[in-house]
Nanobody
Framework: QVSLVESGGGLVQAGDSLRLSCQAS????????MGWFRQAPGKEREFVAA?????????YYGDSVKGRFTISRDGAKNTVYLQMNTLKPEDTAIYFC?????????????????WGQGTQVTVSS
């Protein structure tokens, strides 16, 4: 069993930055692929970023955040971060951390086995 707890959301203005954190606990959490998704009201859950497990550390991003968001992982702390720069009002959503052992189809929410409770990010114009 893996438990995920997100933090770092808040209300910011357009152009500002935020860093989200996802603290993972569980025996195999460090080897799992970790991902960030977001969901705005009335919209489907959208892939934001993912980082592969183990020592590989390959990173992947959704098209809407490429060049602005950076995912990283601190293995010692079992924590994954999402650095969000140049935030836009359309980035407003609940951001969820996800984890799972699968290595394929990282953009599909159902390919992740564990989810956090989400953290709200609101970007005002």
């Amino acid at each position: 069993q893996v438990s995920l707890v997100e933090s770092g959301g808040g209300l910011v203005q357009a152009g500002d930055s935020l860093r989200l954190s996802c603290q993972a606990s569980g025996r195999t959490a460090s080897s799992y692929r970790m991902g960030w998704f977001r969901q705005a009201p009335g919209k489907e859950r959208e892939f934001v970023a993912a980082i592969s497990g183990g020592s590989n550390g390959n990173k992947y991003y959704g098209d809407s955040v490429k060049g602005r968001f950076t995912i990283s992982r601190d293995g010692a702390k079992n924590t994954v971060y999402l650095q969000m720069n140049t935030l836009k009002p359309e980035d407003t959503a609940i951001y969820f951390c996800a984890a799972g052992p699968k290595s394929l189809h990282m953009k599909i929410p159902r390919m992740y086995d564990y989810w956090g409770q989400g953290t709200q990010v609101t970007v005002s114009s």
